[in-house]
């Protein structure tokens, strides 16, 4: 009898990724990326003032390639043995829909406005619409609709960039019937249920990115959005007041994506997610570690028994919600703008005459300039480089998001190099993940160790050494290289009803751990004045930021 097989589909801010998975024992049989031809056109996207948007088109394009190339890889007989399929995505990455639910970028007339599309979870121009939203929860005189959601509303998230929308681009505002995140969307899609008022909502992107509690019964009253901006009546009606977790089928393939994908009307299609909390999964998070994913941003989890943390609200991260990893946990969310952004940028601004003047040998000299910087750097002993610099580089999402700050460097003189400011840059990401841990100690939640996934977890001991000596806290490496793509195999695995829940199919399906970065105790504490130094410099920085 032939083994049965799941499939996690991984949106990134890059590419799509599919991972065919053996759900009896987690093997991963084949991987596929693809991708999206418009971002990397640099279409639809203006850094300049913090718009990042991505078109429907690529997503679908992507999903079919990396499905049926997945299938192509795989033994004979496969594709009839996949059971279910599950989907994770970045967020908030909300689009406005018609009634149909098709994003209105793929309608007559919206095929090339940035504002019918996707907007993509880095995208900050609502900065002004999440301080309103935020100053509005405080003083309005009812309940603080942001408590679960750290007090502190993000331009990175769903209502702000609804706001923002609706006010600047008229003909979005009076074609679109609702909105819907991406990773509602792509399960929807894959269903043929695309109805806003009938599609199942993730209660992870619902909890941390809409203001969905349990508490107040869904999403915030329509007097209390009113309020905001009158912009805002009517649109909670057209939205939801339910969600659901990701253990949760949504439905079966629908005929059409059936026969795209070359699979069978009976694999079962669960709820989506956010990437970050399918990763934790993927990496076989427990109660207490933080899962930390680490690509151009970092997404923090950690996961709390509901009984232990009782009635108390943690402020300033990215939301507590029952549910959105484990279901019958509470997730905490944190994170960090900017991470592997930042060591990209260093690179570009480097790589600068490489890239302008079409040298020879460009494309190897720009693969080994971050090898080499680290190489270097890792030789100037701790507390020695003289540099020091701030990870605001895409604002800061945790503790207390703020996305008006910006990175820094400071302590330079003629004896910089570039070796020694990389370092510098490394640092304050890492001392800027400290940030973070410590934030959740002060708040009561116990922190007992790292769980590291992602590129820069599998690339940089150099950095995965420094996380560990300056958060003090072993850092386990998770061994996969797709472990937001297999988290999603593995709820698949129980949407369809291989597993009866996800602790289950966790243990099954985990791949372990590729290593473990214990801290060094002496260089823990050489860590302690540059960490004090980057304190002081964070204070100055947001005390005298006049970015408006």
């Known amino acids: 009898m032939m083994s049965k097989f799941t499939i996690g589909l991984d949106f990134g801010t890059d590419s799509v990724r599919a991972l065919l998975v053996n759900a009896a024992t987690g093997g991963e049989i084949a991987c596929s990326v693809h991708g999206y031809a418009r971002w990397r056109a640099g279409k639809y996207c203006n850094a300049e003032v913090n718009q990042f948007r991505q078109h429907p088109e690529d997503y679908l394009i992507g999903l079919e390639a990396v499905v049926r190339d997945i299938l192509r890889q ?27 639910g098709t994003p209105l970028a793929m309608t007559a007339g919206f095929e090339d406005n940035p504002d019918a599309m996707f907007i993509l979870w880095k995208d900050h121009t609502a900065i002004q619409e999440a301080e309103e939203i935020t100053r509005h929860a405080k003083n309005w005189g009812g309940k603080d609709f942001t408590r679960f959601e750290g007090g502190i509303y993000s331009s990175e998230w769903f209502w702000a960039k609804l706001l923002r929308t609706l006010r600047v681009d008229e003909k979005v505002r009076q074609a679109a019937f609702s909105w819907v995140e991406h990773c509602d969307w792509i399960p929807a899609v894959l269903t043929g249920n695309t109805d806003p008022l009938t599609m199942k909502r993730s209660r992870c992107a619902g909890g941390h990115k809409a203001m969905w509690h349990k508490a107040w019964h869904g999403l915030p009253p329509e007097a209390f959005l009113r309020g905001i901006d009158p912009l805002l009546t009517g649109w909670r009606e057209r939205l939801y007041d339910h969600t659901y977790t990701s253990d949760t089928a949504a439905g079966n393939l629908s005929p059409e994506w ?34 930390k994913v680490m690509g151009t941003s970092t997404c923090d989890i950690v996961v709390v028994p509901a009984a232990e943390l009782k009635d108390k609200v943690i402020k300033g991260i990215c939301g507590q919600v029952d549910g959105s990893v484990i279901p019958d946990l509470t997730g905490l969310e944190a994170g960090q703008s900017a991470f592997g952004d930042v060591y990209a940028w260093f690179k570009h601004l480097l790589a600068w005459p490489l890239e302008h003047f079409a040298l020879e040998g460009r494309e190897e000299a720009l693969s080994r300039l971050l090898p080499a910087l680290e ?43 570039a070796p020694l400011i990389y370092r510098a840059l490394c640092e304050a990401t890492v001392f800027g993940a400290k940030r973070i841990v410590d934030h959740f100690m002060a708040e009561g939640v116990t922190v007992k160790g790292i769980i590291a996934l992602g590129g820069i977890a599998q690339k940089s001991p150099f950095v995965m050494q420094m996380c560990a000596d300056v958060l003090d806290l072993p850092v386990k490496v998770a061994k996969s290289e797709q472990s937001c793509a297999l988290g999603a195999a593995m709820f698949a695995a129980v949407t369809a009803g291989y597993y009866p829940d996800v602790e289950t199919a966790m243990k099954a399906m985990g791949s372990g751990f590729e290593t473990t970065y214990q801290p060094i105790p002496a260089n823990t504490a050489r860590y302690a004045g540059p960490y004090r130094n980057y304190c002081r410099y964070a204070a100055l920085v947001e005390r005298e930021n006049t970015i408006t």
């Not at 795989?74 to 059971?83: D, F, L, R, S």
């Not at 610099?389 to 910006?406: C, H, I, V």
Request: with cysteine; proline share 5%; aromatic share 4%.
């Open 74 to 100: 795989a033994p004979a007989g496969t594709a009839e043995n996949v059971i279910g399929i599950s989907v994770d995505t970045t967020g908030s990455t909300p689009v406005a829909v018609d009634r149909s």
């Open 375 to 417: 190489q270097a750097a890792a030789k100037t002993p701790i507390g020695q480089s003289g540099a020091a610099a701030l990870d605001w580089f895409n604002g800061r999402r945790t503790p207390d998001a703020n996305q008006k700050l910006t990175g820094a460097i400071f302590g330079l003189n003629l004896a910089s190099s």
């Open 258 to 291: 059936a026969e795209k994908l070359g699979l069978s009307t009976e694999v079962t299609v669960g709820v989506g997610a956010l990437d970050c909390h399918f990763g934790a999964v993927g990496a076989q998070i427990e109660p207490y570690l933080l899962s």
